[in-house]
């Protein structure tokens, strides 16, 4: 007690065994921000603000949220930096100006779509930074390359591998290449070749469904409403989405053993509002959950038949409140 204030308790923090690590979400900063000169002058404010941009693309991603140029965009307002930053609006303006291509480092590109619209948010790609610094080390010699000899090659190879952005060894040149794009071996087989084809069909299809779903129940707004619970309503999508493809002759929900006909019939009456509630119930649970996945699961699979009374409950607590009973 200190002040007439109680003062909360400090939690104790345990160690982490094996891979318990593991089972816990991370948002994905890019190495190279910490890493290649080019950012040094950019905040470390800014340089999470960019990590949790970029995992926001995600959802923009699934949601088709791309321009006439294909090119992906995100909605991320002040308040949602604000409150995901634990600053004020005058700070979070200016760590936006710090990734800004107008008056900062040009991470991001911001475009006003008129008045009452929320802006578009482009954020653009990190691996530019090293094209700049491979330039400006390489210079007029970049231009006599194509005539070097092997042995010049090899000694510029050395040269560029001396910057400051390949400092990390060749394990950090790994990291960033998985963080830019996976690249696939050319294989001239044609079966293989059909075999890829035909998989692709397989993807195209399986993105084609859920993009119906992710329209009927409406993750778009509900991420929208719901800035800060984004995973765990992607979470739910994709758990809904498995469910109502599964292969399995049964599924095991609650200690109860379902035919697989009868979950999918009671997954197809979700809607939004469903996973609203689930999503409500989930932030005012006070036990721990042991398994996420499987709690996520069984409400889901109850909300269609529980949401009424659960409502219900909740009007009758407000009228209590206002009675004074």
């Known amino acids: 007690m200190k002040g007439g204030i109680r003062m909360a308790a400090k939690p104790e923090f345990k160690y982490f ?15 190279i921000l910490f890493t290649c000169s080019y950012f040094a002058s ?23 949220w791309m321009d006439s140029e294909n090119r992906v965009f995100i909605y991320f307002s002040q308040e949602d930096i604000c409150e995901m930053l634990h600053c004020g609006k005058g700070k979070a303006t200016a760590i936006v100006k710090e990734l800004d291509a107008e008056t900062g480092i040009g991470l991001i590109e911001r475009k006003r ?4 619209r929320e802006i578009r948010i482009y954020v653009k790609n990190f691996s530019g930074a ?4 491979e330039t400006k080390e390489i210079g007029s010699d970049s231009r006599k390359s194509r005539v070097l000899t092997l042995e010049n090659r090899d000694s510029r190879h050395s040269k560029i591998d001396s ?7 060749l394990r950090d040149t790994e990291e960033i290449n998985n963080n830019i794009n996976i690249s696939y071996p050319i294989n001239h087989d044609r ?3 059909k075999t890829r084809a035909g998989s692709m069909d397989v993807i195209n299809a399986i993105s084609v469904e859920k993009q119906k779903l992710w329209e009927r129940l409406g993750i778009t707004m509900l991420a929208m409403q719901h800035p800060l619970d984004q995973e765990m309503i992607e979470e739910m999508a ?11 002759d049964r599924l095991y929900i609650a200690g109860q053993d379902y035919p697989v006909a009868y979950v999918r ?9 469903h996973l609203e509630y689930v999503l409500e119930c989930m932030k005012h649970n006070t036990t721990k959950i042991r398994n996420i996945r499987k709690y996520m699961l069984t409400a889901l699979f109850n909300a269609p038949t529980t949401i009424s009374s659960y409502y219900q409950a909740e009007a009758n607590h407000d009228i209590a409140d206002v009675a004074g009973i």
Do not use: V, W
């Open 17 to 31: 065994h094996g891979n318990e690590a593991d089972r816990y979400t991370f948002y994905r900063i890019p190495k």
């Open 42 to 64: 950019l905040s470390t404010d800014a340089k999470l603000l960019y990590g949790l941009m970029l995992d926001r693309m995600s959802l923009s991603t699934k949601n088709q």
């Open 113 to 116: 779509q008129g008045q009452g």
């Open 130 to 133: 090293m094209d700049a610094e």
């Open 163 to 169: 910057l400051d952005c390949r400092k990390s060894s």
């Open 191 to 193: 079966e293989a070749i």
């Open 238 to 248: 994709e758990l809904i989405f498995e469910t109502l493809h599964s292969t399995n």
């Open 265 to 273: 019939k009671r997954f197809q009456m979700l809607t939004s509002d």
